[in-house]
């Protein structure tokens, strides 16, 4: 059961963001939520167990980075549970997300989320992503899986489009991960705020420098 309370919390941490969600997008995060406990007690989908705590470090922290989504397509990488994937599908309804992730349970989970949320603008892919190839490149590359970030380069640059961007989710940043990418790609750290944060959350920001 879904309570006032928790359409409230979710409400007001997205106009924190600055997102307009509706009321319907407010219920289907809230049903994904729902669906991430019901899989979680057979699949172990994230050691986060409780309403609240998938609530924020979940959903809202996927949602924290839907200002940087640039128009178009969208490639989740190792989304895993559907994140931060079908969170942004479900704020961003007018732009399309793939979601790669090499488990079949975690892909069957976000199969069947996909189809329970009625989403129309989500694909899910059970595949390595050094083996996927799609028909087209991508507009923005986001990833909350890869603890090294220049391993999420070397894995999302071939699959963005030339004036795409490359969005890495991280918690505490160190300069060793960051100054081997400076020459070949513009960077931008940016910290993540929002209610319910747990400890340090970044946004890495990459694009290709101007030719």
Known sequence: MISG???GRLAA??????????????RRLL???????????????TAVDKAAEILDRHLVDSLSIASLVQP??????GSGAGLPGIPLAIALPDQRFTLVDTSAKRTRFMTQS???????????VQTRIERFQPDT??????SRAFSSLPDF???GARLLAEDGVLIAMKGQLHDAEISPLAADWRLVCRQLDY??????????ILTRPAS
Request: proline share 1%.
């Open 13 to 26: 941490a997205a106009d924190f963001l600055g997102i307009a969600l509706s009321d319907a997008a407010i």
């Open 72 to 77: 178009g397509n969208v490639l989740d990488i």
């Open 114 to 124: 996909v189809i329970d949320l009625g989403l129309q603008n989500v694909s899910v």
């Open 5 to 7: 309370d928790e359409r």
């Open 31 to 45: 049903d994904y939520r729902d669906l991430i406990i019901k899989w979680n007690r057979v699949y172990n989908l």
């Open 137 to 142: 490149l991508f507009t923005n590359v986001a």
């Open 153 to 155: 380069v070397a894995a």
């Open 195 to 204: 209610p319910g944060r747990n400890g340090e959350r970044h946004a890495v």
